[in-house]
């Protein structure tokens, strides 16, 4: 063997090592053929024809659902009649304000009011009627509360 030749080997040697490291470093090396997707290719290995790769997924298809019967169309929601009260003395009169109260049961006239009352529950059509309500009813109550705290600072 020639010097070219033993240096030659050794290059081819030194080389090899670095394909073996290299590959066991960087783990499996890739996968080939994802590009061409696996419906191409039939039980044997061999590329399928697009009607054979399209008869491969007939089993994954599904009938589509029948349409449901159509309902009779839903009757609107009927008018809360409370909610066509705008007036203060309707809304008064739906508070039940005696003048009488204390603080504890006026609290709890505004929660229950608001219960029924409150525009997010409204329907879309009458919010702004119970935006007035709840306008109303709060300064109502607020009148009231703070006829309390002048007749108590008075000693009334």
Not at 23 to 34: F, K, N, Q, T
Not at 66 to 71: I, N, Q, V
Not at 144 to 154: A, D, G, Q, W
């Amino acid at each position: 063997m020639t010097v070219f030749e033993s240096v030659l080997e050794r290059l081819r040697a030194e080389a090899r090592e670095a394909e073996e490291e290299a590959a066991a470093d960087e783990g499996p090396g890739p996968v080939r053929g994802l590009t061409s997707g696996f419906a191409g290719l039939g039980a044997t290995g061999a590329f399928m024809s697009g009607s054979q790769a399209a008869a491969a997924y007939l089993d994954l298809y599904e009938e589509p659902a029948p349409p449901e019967p159509e309902s009779p169309p839903e009757e609107p929601a009927p008018v809360p009649e409370h909610l066509l009260r705008i007036t203060p003395e309707a809304v008064a009169e739906d508070l039940a304000l005696t003048g009488r109260e204390g603080i504890d049961d006026l609290a709890a006239r505004r929660r229950s009011f608001a219960r029924e009352n409150h525009p997010d529950r409204a329907p879309a059509e009458l919010r702004a009627n119970a935006t007035l309500r709840m306008k109303i009813a709060n300064m109502l109550i607020d009148e009231t509360i703070r006829r309390i705290n002048v007749e108590k600072s008075l000693g009334l």
